[in-house]
């Protein structure tokens, strides 16, 4: 809330960094109306999953306090998108704890967008189902949640959806000897910019999805094609500019970011033995995937371990049954997989010259951008009488949402209670016996009720859409360029 108050008010400009050499780390101090601050506290329950949740403080309108932020090394997309909304919100008078649920309807907005935009530029170019299976399982409780935060990590992880969408897409025609239309063109540069900007190191992410378009793809006709010499060339250029402002931006907020991601001397990872190093960063890989499928908050609300198993069984099984009757040679697995290849490489550099501090968040860009990158894969396998895996996907996926939405509620209404003595292993967020400490906005009973009404209609509504679309038409016969 402070970085997107400071973001849209000009206080996070470079010159406006401090630099503590004591802890050598830079912070902005942000001057901010103290309705801003009409959240609950999380000092209060952070990090401590058994401490519920406390109610919101209100503050006295017009006056104005301090806050220190040290988030000095990131883009300024997202928190000018998020602190417009703040300003807004202000302006029209609305109470602090209502502008904050308005920045997280927002960002939970155009997260969606960014996931609708993924579906309209495959929905033409493949089945439903085949898109639905791969999204379904890249959409975690963790990437839903993110997403309705005031944090760009959900923008990131939708944005690099949308961006290996439009990077299938202009395969896709590639491969057909068909031009691409001119939204889908568009689309490209408008990706770069929005994944690019959103983290600092999303830069990453885009080279790696950039480098599937210097790839030939064949054609029906036998020629092999450059995927990103089929787009026109202005087009090109734009991407090219979306690419540079990417990279400019990249290299001036490196020189900005501390050398170690959790705040701590840099010194307490350079002393560390180098085999200790790598072993750190190996062991953290398994916990990092967990976290990316289903750790909420402040780390202190986790979805149980035994739906991420089932999430990668159920996962696995969809994915390589459908993969069974592929026919479609748009982007090939070991393509896929050199490219996730490549970015978990960088992660591990990353950790390795820097203090190891990724969380699963950090790196779903990763897993979300592969499993969309797979659609042309799967999608001949979920057509027609062989829908099943398609609909056993959606069906698991809501199911595991509607559990997770009612954990994380009830997780802050009423904290974790051991139900067996001092037990750690019987630690569940249960509704004891008191009134909750912390209330959503309408209500326990009001929440709860909507999301059981809302997510069994979204499984039968898909389903339905699932076994009743038809399956995609794209014809466009070459011309301009391909007919050439």
């Given at each position: 809330m402070a970085y997107a108050w400071g973001t849209i008010s000009g206080q996070t400009l470079r010159g406006s960094r401090i630099l503590d050499e004591q802890e050598r780390v830079t912070h902005t101090v942000i001057s901010m109306p103290a309705e801003l601050k009409e959240y609950v506290d999380p000092g209060e329950y952070k990090f401590q999953p058994e401490q519920p949740a406390g109610s919101f403080m209100l503050r006295d309108r017009g006056e104005i306090v301090t806050a220190t932020s040290y988030m000095t090394g990131y883009p300024p997309l997202y928190y000018a998108l998020v602190g417009a909304v703040l300003r807004v919100g202000i302006a029209v008078g609305m109470g602090g704890y209502h502008v904050l649920v308005a920045a997280r309807i927002c960002s939970g907005l155009g997260s969606m967008a960014l996931i609708y935009g993924t579906w309209r530029v495959l929905r033409n170019r493949f089945p439903v189902a085949g898109i639905a299976v791969p999204v379904l399982l890249a959409i975690t409780p963790a990437v839903a949640f993110l997403a309705s935060s005031v944090n760009?990590?959900?923008?990131?992880?939708?944005?690099?959806?949308?961006?290996?969408?439009?990077?299938?897409?202009?395969?896709?025609?590639?491969?057909?000897?068909?031009?691409?239309?001119?939204?889908?063109e568009l689309c490209l540069p408008l990706a770069i910019i929005i994944l690019g900007l959103s983290r600092p190191l999303s830069a990453i992410w885009v080279g790696g999805l950039l480098l599937l378009l210097l790839l030939p793809v064949k054609s029906t006709d036998g020629r092999r094609i450059m995927p990103l010499r089929v787009l026109t060339r202005w087009v090109r250029v734009l991407a090219y500019l979306a690419a540079l402002v990417v990279v400019a931006c990249f290299v001036a907020l490196a020189a900005e970011r501390v050398a170690s991601v959790t705040g701590e001397p840099a010194t307490d990872w350079s002393d560390t033995p180098v085999p200790a190093r790598w072993m750190a960063i190996l062991l953290r890989f398994g916990t990092m995937l967990q976290m990316a499928f289903g750790v909420m908050g402040w780390n202190d609300t986790n979805v149980p371990l035994l739906f991420f198993i089932l999430w990668l069984v159920v996962g696995t099984w969809a994915m390589s049954r459908a993969a069974a009757g592929a026919t479609q040679m748009i982007l090939r697995p070991r393509l896929v997989a050199l490219f996730a290849g490549l970015m978990l490489l960088a992660v591990v550099l990353e950790s390795y010259y820097a203090?190891?501090?990724?969380?699963?968040?950090?790196?779903?860009?990763?897993?979300?951008?592969s499993l969309v990158l797979l659609i042309p894969q799967v999608s001949d396998g979920v057509v027609g009488p062989h829908i099943r895996p398609a609909i056993s996907v959606l069906v698991f996926c809501v199911g595991v949402h509607l559990i997770a939405v009612l954990w994380n509620m009830v997780r802050y209404a009423w904290g974790e209670s051991r139900i067996s003595g001092d037990s750690q292993w019987l630690s569940l967020p249960i509704p004891g016996p008191g009134p909750a400490t912390w209330i959503p906005m309408g209500g326990v009973a009001l929440v709860t009720a909507l999301a059981i009404v809302e997510y069994t209609l979204i499984a039968l509504g898909g389903s339905c859409m699932l076994r009743y679309s038809r399956p995609a038409a794209y014809v466009s016969a070459p011309t301009g360029r391909h007919a050439r």
């Open positions: 760009p990590s959900g923008w990131e992880i939708t944005a690099a959806m949308f961006l290996a969408a439009v990077i299938v897409a202009i395969r896709h025609d590639a491969v057909n000897g068909a031009d691409v239309p001119i939204r889908t203090a190891f501090g990724w969380q699963g968040r950090y790196a779903m860009p990763i897993v979300t951008a």
